[in-house]
Nanobody, 118 residues
């Protein structure tokens, strides 16, 4: 059974930090590109960042470059999103996504809420 379980969300003040985790099971984690998406209230789902299957390369949406870091631990089947200098506009439900580099298979987590507010 495939599972992607996000954790680490919560309420944080502007300028603060949070670290999201996504624990994967039920598939060969090291063969998947891992991505984070987010969906703010009343908006569509937005791609935030991804990390290659080996962890060798990362990409970010312009609005989070320099503030967010994505990393993965293939031994622990876990991907992380370190979020620093958070802004109110970062408020959203954050979703973990796994995309196979071979078959095109995609998996989604259930999401974790991040709220940036004073």
């Amino acid at each position: 059974q495939v599972q992607l379980v996000e954790s680490g969300g919560g309420l944080v003040q502007p300028g603060g930090s949070l670290k999201l985790s996504c624990a994967a099971s039920g598939f060969t984690f090291s063969r998947y590109v891992m991505r984070w998406y987010r969906q703010a209230p009343g908006k569509g789902r937005e791609w935030v960042a991804d990390v290659a299957s080996t962890g060798s390369s990362t990409m970010f949406v312009a609005s989070v470059k320099g503030r967010f870091t994505i990393s993965r631990d293939n031994a622990k089947n876990t991907v992380y999103l370190q979020m620093n200098s958070l802004k109110p506009e970062d408020t959203a439900v954050y979703y973990c996504n796994a995309a196979s580099t071979y078959s095109g298979t995609i998996y989604w987590g259930q999401g974790t809420q991040v709220t940036v507010s004073s």
